[in-house]
């Protein structure tokens, strides 16, 4: 990971989206008066800027278990030791730009701010990110998944540590490894949104050369200090990589989703090769998806995107979005 600041950041020319409470640098002063223990890892840079030492995982947990308390009132947040500790303000982002595609989708001026909307996260993983963040910014219901035993039990221990969460997130276990919405969408469910942060990776030796880019870059950018340039710590086998790839994954996805093109309203994952984007809209469109959309997202220096994808033939005005007849569907069951 790259150091951080307690100074705001200067640059203007990439920016996360405007909602996102992570703008600039990190206030570590602020941080560390709302989560103590985070101030023996505290420490200056050469500019005399306080700074983290972002090559401690100890030091890196910390900072984010400071995030989540002062910015999303989780309290209990803990993680298996070498499963993925994300940077939060780029998961943040994710969840801010799926507002406003759910504000447009609905004709609205302010994104929803209510428990109407469900969400499903596929591969939540041990941190359940996405759902807290999303959550707590807006209040939306959130059913997570996860192929790892582990991670299931991590995420619903954090859930069930934080009366903010109680109520508003259901961990799944998916059994089948071959599968992705089938065994967690159930035949009454609706929802509004799915979302993913697929494996991109298609192999442990690419997954590790990938890991070895991001030290290398971390040691040559020790100054640059911005939230947004913040990159993972960690990540286990089914959080990095998969057979096949990030395309592979993302294609059986797209697959998958027209059986259940009648019971979400948009499908929606995160693609980390621009390359990618070409093949995934002509499947799409092989696949009879009526509505695609590719979302960019500015990081600091890094530009990312996710894809969203519908089969509606159009879209109800009323708030419950998903709770409608067949008819607005062209698949069915």
């Known amino acids: 990971m790259k150091a ?7 640059e203007t020319s990439f920016s996360l989206h405007p909602r996102n409470p992570h ?3 990190y206030d570590l002063e602020a941080l560390s008066l709302s989560t103590p223990e985070l101030k023996p890892f505290l420490t200056t840079n050469p500019r005399a800027e306080l700074t983290i030492n972002f090559s401690d995982e100890n030091a ?3 900072l984010n278990r400071a995030l989540l308390k002062h910015f999303y009132k989780v309290t209990h947040w803990q ?3 070498g499963y993925l500790c994300p940077p939060i303000p780029g998961r943040a982002d994710y969840i801010h730009y799926l507002a406003d595609l759910l504000t447009t989708t609905r004709n609205s001026d302010q ?6 909307v ?3 996260d596929i591969g939540t993983g041990a941190n359940c990110i996405y759902p807290i963040i999303g959550s707590q910014s807006y209040g939306w219901q959130f059913t997570a998944s996860d192929i790892d035993p582990v991670s299931v039990r991590t995420a619903r221990l954090i859930v069930d540590s934080n009366p903010c969460l109680k109520g508003r997130i259901n961990i799944k276990q998916q059994d089948d490894s071959s599968k992705l919405f089938t065994g967690i969408i159930q035949p009454d469910d609706r929802y509004d949104l799915t979302l993913c942060n697929p494996p991109f990776h298609g192999s442990p030796k690419e997954a590790q050369a990938g890991t070895q880019r991001k030290w290398r870059n971390l040691n040559k950018h020790k100054t640059e200090t911005t939230q947004s340039s913040t990159l993972n710590f960690g990540g286990q086998k089914a959080e990095l990589w998969c057979e096949g790839g990030e395309i592979r994954f993302l294609k059986q996805m797209i697959n998958e989703s027209v059986r ?3 019971q979400v309203c948009w499908f929606t994952s995160l ?4 390359d990618n984007i070409q093949p995934l809209k002509r499947l799409l469109k092989q696949k009879g998806a009526l509505h695609i959309k590719v979302i960019k997202m500015a990081q600091g220096q890094k530009t990312s995107r996710f894809i969203a994808w519908s089969f509606l033939t159009h879209f109800p005005k009323r708030s419950d979005l998903c709770s409608t007849s067949k008819q607005l569907y062209t698949h069915s069951p």
């Open 271 to 274: 693609v980390s090769k621009g």
């Open 4 to 10: 951080a600041s307690n100074k705001r950041s200067t």
């Open 23 to 25: 703008q600039g640098r």
């Open 118 to 120: 469900k969400v499903l």
């Open 260 to 262: 259940f093109a009648h």
């Open 79 to 81: 993680l298996p030791k």
């Open 60 to 62: 890196v947990l910390c």
């Open 111 to 116: 994104p929803p701010h209510d428990s109407s």
